[in-house]
């Protein structure tokens, strides 16, 4: 389950800035995760719960954003919504595409105190 590394990366990164602010913790944390990032959004719920306790993130809200995947076909150049990231070309067929957007995997903002 990698959801669990990418939640104990966020709270090291939460970690890091709330020390850096000279603060005692996070009151909300702001995620932008990609459709396509190839998270599992149960496991990282269940993973959230578990990584976060005793930590600068346990009692902080967690607002998560989620972003379509978007590509452009590398054949026709029609751009289009990509649900996986091995969706053909809703136009030509074309495997071949350039994933414009979905991918993403950040801390958009955190709240420290």
């Keep these: 389950m990698h959801e669990l ?40 719920e ?9 930590t600068v993130l346990e009692n902080a809200k967690k607002h998560l954003v989620r972003i379509s995947g978007l590509a452009k076909c590398a054949e026709c150049s029609e751009e289009f919504n990509m649900r996986t990231l091995f969706d053909p070309c809703p136009v030509c067929g074309s495997y071949f595409n350039v994933i414009l957007r979905g991918k993403e995997l950040r801390v958009k903002a955190l709240t420290v105190v």
């Design 46 to 54: 269940f993973a959230w719960e578990v990584a976060v306790k005793n």
């Design 5 to 44: 590394s990418i939640v104990a990366s966020i709270v090291e990164i939460a970690e890091e800035h709330v020390r850096k602010a000279g603060a005692s913790s996070a009151t909300h944390v702001e995620l932008e995760i990609g459709e396509l990032a190839g998270v599992e959004w149960k496991a990282l």
